[in-house]
């Protein structure tokens, strides 16, 4: 009996001492994991912080770009505007000292 006992304690043991090291490995494996992912969640918000600048730095370089199309636009208007009445004479000068078209086409 005291051999049957004595084996029971001993596995006892040995299970115990298994489940340690089992126990052990996964807490070392938890804290990589761990690692791993407080890396991950850095990374992520350092690439966010990067769109993000690259978003504002984009949206700068749009308004500005706008706003020098819109001048460029508005000067040609201004330009065309300027110019309008001179065109108006030059036409109507052209009109006026047109010779007369010819209906008749050689007939008559």
Avoid: C
């Avoid at 001492?17 to 990374?43: F, H, S």
């Avoid at 110019?83 to 007939?107: C, M, V, Y």
């Amino acid at each position: 009996m005291t051999y049957i006992l004595i084996a029971l304690v001993s596995s006892s043991f040995i299970f115990e001492y298994w489940l340690l090291t089992k126990i052990g490995k996964l807490e070392k494996r938890n804290k990589m994991l761990q690692t791993a992912l407080e890396a991950l969640g850095r990374d992520t918000n350092i690439f966010q912080a990067g769109i993000t600048r690259d978003s504002h730095s984009q949206r700068k370089e749009l308004l500005i770009e706008t706003k020098r199309i819109n001048k460029r636009v508005d000067s040609l208007k201004r330009d065309i505007m300027n110019s309008l009445p001179t065109q108006i004479r030059k036409t109507i000068g052209h009109i006026e000292f047109a010779r007369p078209l010819d209906n008749n086409h050689g007939r008559g």
